[in-house]
Each structure stands twice: as C-alpha cells, then as structure tokens.
C-alpha cells in the first residue's frame, strides 16, 4: 500500500469546507440585508483529523484505498438554526442548489425520525466541485443541520461517548435521551412563544397605525368643523384606547375616517 499524503490530500476538502462556509454565511447576511428572519443562525465547518478517520474506516472496515470514496464525512458542515422548523428551509435553500454547485448523493432526516439515542438533525450528503490544480475535484461532505439545543445535546452526547469508547452505561444512555426529548420540549416551547411575540407585536403595530390615522383625522376635523364635535369624539377616542378593544378601535377608526371625508368634501 502507497504511503498517503495526508496534507495534499486533505487540502482539497478543507477549501471546500472553506467555500461552503463563506456561500451559507452569504445566503445569511442576504437575509439580514433584506431585513427577513434568516433561518441560519450560525455556520461551522471542519475536516476530520487523521486519527478520525482511520477510527472511522477500522469501524467500517473500509479499505485504506477506499477512504476517500467511502468516506462522505471527512469534510463537515454544520448550521445552527433557532426553530425546528427553520431546519426544513435550510434544506429546501440547499435543494436549490443542486445541479449548480453542489449535487446532492443522500438525506437523512434524524429530526422525524429520532435515534434511539434521542439524536435529532438533518444530515444531507453531497458531492462539492473543487477547482484544483490538475482540474476539478468532486469532494463529498456531510451537511448536518440541527437546532441549538439539538447541538447542544449532541455536543454532550459525542464527548461521553469519547470518554466511554462508545459503551455508554445503560443508566447513563437513559437520562440522555430524557435530555434530548426536554431539548426537543424547549425547541417545541420556545417556538410558540416565538409565534406569541410575533403576534402581539402585529397587534401592537396594527394598533399605532389605527392610533395614528384616528389622530391625525381629528387633527384635520379641529380645522373643518367645531370643536364640540371633535371634542366629544377625542373623548369617545380615549376611552376606548383605554378600554383596550381593538375591534372597538377599528370600527372608531372607521367612523371618523367617514367623518374627515365628508366634512373634507364639504370643506372644498
């Protein structure tokens, strides 16, 4: 068997680390320019060492030839989403992308269907075009893709395993996967107090502008008609502002809009 260059040949999987990483940080900041809710929170990229990999391939009994075809993770993508849901969009911004730069071999969705382990996250597979010397090199890589606290957990869970050379005690695999269902009960808990502030921030906003355009009508009625008039609806104005019905509020918005138009039409 040849003597690997391991330098040479791991070079080209770190570029393509490297690129991946700057494009996925790209699509984010595109989403932060245009002001929207990026479903990226954070990137991260690696290259296994040598000593991975060769624990990796004893445990396949993968042929020291076949590594680097065998292998589909010695390059290594993660995105940090915040809500399980932002998972699914990261992986339709990558299906996008196929054919382009990138072709996609294999997904596996770990986040439906959970390890007995309590192990969530997306992984997709896929073959990266390298510009190199000698031409093009079509390098694999494995784009894991997980919420914060599935990567937390894992996070956890792989340096146990370190530790234990994988014979995790029974005892020990138990509570794990009791911490990955209460990670999984705080992505599903935070997600819907997501959904309540984004809700009463469109109540908010929708009241200011209601608010806003009721003032402004009496405004211009104070200088098209009397000011008992405009006083009694300032007044009818302010209670149901304190009374805090929004649909009163509307159909106040409403009366007085009609009211601005006629007396505008009369004013002319």
């Not at 690997?4 to 393509?16: G, H, M, S």
């Not at 911004?93 to 770990?110: A, M, P, T, V």
């Not at 008992?228 to 409403?254: P, T």
């Amino acid at each position: 068997m040849e003597l690997i260059n391991w330098e040479e040949k791991l070079l080209p999987y770190r570029q393509a680390v490297d690129e991946l990483v700057v494009k996925l940080e790209n699509i984010k900041r595109e989403y932060e320019t245009f002001k929207l809710a990026s479903p990226i929170e954070e990137v991260h990229g690696r290259v296994k060492s040598v000593a991975s990999i060769l624990d990796k391939a004893s445990r396949r009994n993968i042929p020291m030839e076949n590594i680097f075809d065998e292998l589909e993770d010695i390059a290594g993508i993660r995105i940090i989403c915040r809500f399980v849901e932002d998972i699914e969009r990261v992986v339709n911004i990558i299906r996008k992308r196929q054919g382009l730069d990138l072709n996609i071999i294999q997904e596996e969705d770990y986040v439906t269907n959970t390890k007995a382990s309590g192990y969530r996250s997306y992984h997709i597979t896929i073959r990266y075009a390298m510009a190199a010397l000698d031409g093009t090199k079509s390098i694999m890589c494995e784009i894991q893709i997980r919420t914060m606290a599935m990567n937390f957990w894992a996070s956890i869970e792989h340096s146990l395993r370190y530790k234990y050379s994988g014979n995790l005690p029974d005892t020990l695999k138990t509570r794990l996967r009791n911490c990955a269902d209460a990670a999984f009960q705080l992505d599903t808990e935070m997600a819907t107090i997501r959904d309540d502030i984004i809700e009463a921030k469109l109540i908010s906003q929708t009241k200011n502008n209601l608010v806003d355009n009721i003032v402004k009508n009496l405004h211009n009625l104070h200088y098209m008609t009397n000011m008992e008039k405009v006083s009694g609806l300032n007044r009818r104005f302010i209670e149901i502002y304190q009374d805090g019905d929004l649909d009163e509020l509307k159909a106040f918005d409403n009366k007085v809009s009609t009211i601005a138009k006629l007396y505008k039409v009369e004013y002319v």
